[in-house]
């Protein structure tokens, strides 16, 4: 092996990384400028992340959204983008400097995308122990189609705290210490506390039980280990326990209060019984699946029609695979191939003998309605990791192979893609070339050229990249004439009596009522019950057009939804009514009323909201089926509408605070580490 002196700079990883993160981004530009709108999942995520990061900015935690389908508990939408994430702190950072949204949301996917790849190339670094192997396998996730995914979906909001668990995990039983203990406790909690928690659940089950399989051995060796660390560390496991607790108590809550009934996800169910809320129906299962994922994606059609969510990895890699086909197998190699046979099994769709057995015997398969994600959050990152391995055995035993035996190994190997390529009229040009890229640069292997040896990380990345940009350039070409339109960014920071811009719908007239109209109803994904049902009884149209205003007035409740529009709309402040303050958790009234009135605030009532009147606690009524009435006496009254209880505000914020503080300890602990073992 060279010393490290005499390996030329434009070689070495800690350079030509950066160099691939620059190389991605200009191959998405389209999507990061916002000359090209972002699709699908994305756009909602977006806008939740606006949201959340809009009302932190203002102060508040944000418990409730009042824009999302008549007013919702946000809690659903704060656990799928998990709020506690310190990297937010790149948004709210950006936003409080006045950066426009759309593209500080930008800068965050990126930063958070390289991150995480940053990370796989450390994680591969630690297990194959050969920087051209680690650096393969971090290109070859790179440049797969999972980083694409940032502006149709959310999955690396999954995938890139699973990778550096697993880092962090390796790390520690490698050199146990505090600094990775640490990261395993918070990568822990940013995973419980994002989206789904049960699928970190399978994927580190599943990792144990292969484990176990192929490294039983080593067990006694990392229990004695884990032991000792406790022992030494009585105190400092304690607190990372504790806070690994703390972060499990808002699903918890969530699952809990979800059980009432009181929200809808009429997407989940295909009748009104089911046994909880969050629960999938078979019948309502994604009917797309792994198999989909895999048969639709075949790798030899026509690239320059690729669209997101369809399976693509660099050229190359299917090289690698082929070339490496008869490598010697070592327990790594068994490790990772059971690992992501064990996945795909457990994702394959309804009908399934093994998911069937599952959903009917296991409760927890019950809440997953997209099995297939598993592809993209650990799938995509294990074959990046075999392609690294396949990589680094073919360099060891090509040492040990008789000359002829792997020069016809690597020969017929690309003759074979080569034909394949032939047979397929619309096979990319680039791709033959990452083809003859591919063969040269195994040719100049085994003829031991020293120039193909000292530039071997360089050579890596120009004939892995070659073809994913061109293919990248086609993805973001194929969604130019997309039209997206983001709700969130048009909402204002001042309050308006009005839920619409004039002119956009109708307005409600005296003669317009709910009672006789029989409206098909809405498609929800995420509401509260009471407004599910109201959306089945009357027609959307006479719905906007009541929910135009946000207050009205009655001389007396309304006793069916008939009389919703005979209620006096409140059109903007007056000396009778004023809404002083209107924020996602608290809104102040401020009225002196001639007579008695019942007001209606067109939000959907939730068993959280509280009110107080003139400082003494008032009961809210739901009126015209599922939005907030009370009664307002003749004379002035201040009014209070709070949602959640300070308890569980303040607890939102502290874990918030213990999420960035945990982030902050584990920089200041790597910091001495290195400084201490140079």
Known sequence: MQPLITVPLFNKPVFLIPVAFFIWTVSFWGFLSGKVPLTSDAISYYEHTKFFIDQI????????????????????????????????FILISLNLLGV????????????????????????????????????????????????????????????????????????????????????????????????????????????????????????????????????????????????????????LTFFSDSGRGDIAIPGRHYNTEVKHVLAV???????????????????????????????????????????????RI??????????????????????????????????????????HFLLWFIVFPLFALFIGLVWKQFALQRRIWSSWTIWVLVISVHSIGFFLLLQQQDALGVTFLTLILSASLYISLLSKKQWAQRWINLLLLIVVIIQPVVVFTYLVQNYQNEKTFYAYDILKGNFSYTTLLAGEVRLPSEENNFG????????????????????????PNRLNQYEHYKFYMYDHKP?????????????????????????????????????????VFNDANHWEWAMKVNGKNQEIITANAAFKGFWLSAGKSEVILQFGSIQKHLFNWFLMGLFYGMFVWAIVLFYRRRHAHP
């Open 100 to 251: 426009k949204f759309f593209y500080a949301y930008m800068i965050f996917q990126c930063c958070y995308f390289f991150f995480g790849m940053t990370g796989f190339y450390l994680l591969s670094q630690k297990i194959l122990k050969s920087n051209s192997a680690a650096f393969l396998s971090f290109l070859t996730l790179t440049f797969s189609v999972l980083g694409s995914r940032i502006f149709d979906s959310y999955m690396l909001l999954v995938t890139i705290p699973t990778i550096w668990f697993f880092y962090f995990l390796v790390s520690f039983f490698k050199q146990p210490g505090k600094g990775y203990a640490l990261g395993v406790s918070l990568t822990t909690m940013v995973l419980l506390t994002t989206y789904i928690p049960l699928f970190f659940l399978v994927i580190f089950l599943s990792f144990i039980v292969v484990y176990s399989c192929i490294f039983g051995k080593s067990l006694s060796s990392i229990v004695g280990r884990l032991y000792s660390f406790i022992n030494e560390n009585k105190l400092f496991v304690a607190l990372c326990v504790a806070a690994m607790i703390l972060a499990v108590i808002p699903g």
């Open 330 to 371: 070592n327990r790594l190699f068994l490790f990772l191939c059971l690992w992501i046979l064990l996945l795909l099994l457990f994702s394959m769709p309804i009908g399934f003998p093994l998911y069937n057995f599952l959903y009917t015997h296991s409760g927890f398969v019950q809440y997953f309605r997209n099995l």
């Open 516 to 539: 006789d109209f029989l409206g098909q109803p809405n498609s929800f994904y995420y509401t509260t019950d009471n407004y599910r049902r109201l959306s089945k009884e009357v027609d």
């Open 57 to 88: 900015c203002s102060g508040q935690f944000p418990l409730w959204d009042p824009n999302w389908s008549g007013g919702v508990p946000n809690d659903f939408f704060l656990r799928r983008i998990g709020s506690y994430n310190p990297f937010y």
């Open 281 to 327: 129906e078979p019948q309502q299962l994604s009917p797309w699946s792994i198999m989909e994922e895999l048969f639709f994606s075949s790798y030899f059609t026509d690239l320059s029609r690729i669209l997101f969510a369809v399976v693509y990895v660099p050229f190359f890699a299917l090289m690698v695979v082929g070339v490496g086909f008869f490598i």
């Open 559 to 599: 006793d069916n939804l008939s009389e919703a529009f005979l209620g006096k709309p409140v059109r903007g402040h007056s000396k009778e009514f004023q809404v002083k303050r209107y924020g996602s958790n608290r809104v102040e009234i401020q009225a002196d009323l001639p007579v008695a009135q019942f007001i």
